[in-house]
């Protein structure tokens, strides 16, 4: 098989890319205790919560699902909580721990652990348009994912005839109405709202509100329009679906908040808030990255280039093999990028791979 061919092949190419690894999984991060870092959910062991590492080489045959980052969570695998039954000894492959090891208390298992997301809970579906959004506070409802069409409390039955807005550019596509995905950073759920009700109505209301909330949108489908009453505070509005609404949040906001928190007397309950409940609105937890496939120094993109303008007629098939690796490295690390913005890789992004390869 020649470079052309290969380049040719672009459903191979995906199942490839797929299949690629972004890094290598080699340390279980269980001693690490809870981080915040990718979960994956096998639901082949009662639900368990496992790192990266315990995803690829533990439960290997098992019926695992993506979770993205959860905070403050332990590697459950070869825990307690692990009822695998292994062949051999160990209970974690990676940890080669003989005996079960304690299972954190603090880990926390909300619905996403069966699979199951958005406050209509259902299965993560590939080939759905819906955008879905992780709620950045997470405290209501353990970081959970939301369809937009949810987040505008638009009911099952008329999910489908929404108008869907197409960009050309991000490929993504918004129903009328909702927030431009690049016009936010963040996005608060309404169920953590309504738990912090008290806290969002000061925050709504503080004169530093508009340098931290793009905009509210209500669960009966319609952003909220801001008003601005004569002491120039927002009016906080109360719309139907009992006035519950969702928060997205400005580039800026975790500076902001720490601007905000600064100016706050210590036993201010807000102050305490931002202090102690939800810290990471100020600064969150740094993600977990396991160790990336070892670097690879040949100049691939050239060396492929040189291959195209010769009419892939240079080096034989070990040559030939010899290359496609290092652009299988290039091509892991290319990868890598959409890994850690938890980007799904789709064959469009491959084949921009490839035509970078091939300028
Ligand atoms: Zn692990
Ligand atoms: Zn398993
Ligand atoms: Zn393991
Ligand atoms: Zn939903
Ligand atoms: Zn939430």
Redesign the pocket.
Known sequence: MNVQEYIDNQAALEEEARAAMPWEPKKCTYEMGSIRQQIFACRTHENIGICYSCSVMCHTKCDIVELFTKRNFTCDCGTERDKMIKEHNCKCDVRKNVENDIASLSNKYGQNFKGLFCSCSTEYDPDSKAVMLQ?V?????D??WYHDSCIMGIDDSKKDAQVRIDDPVSGESTIEGFPHLDSFDAF??W??ISKYDYYFKRILSHHASDKIIQCKLGRDSEIIPDKINENGKRVIEEGQNNGEYSVFLKSDYSKEFKTLKAKLEKDDKLFIFLDKIAPFLIEDDPIYEPAAEPEDDTDIIQLVSKILQNGASVGGVVDTMVTFNSMKTKLNEYLKSFAENNRVVKEEDVKNFFRSVEE
């Open positions: 709620c506070l997470g405290i209501e409802c970081e959970d608060i759920c169920k953590c």
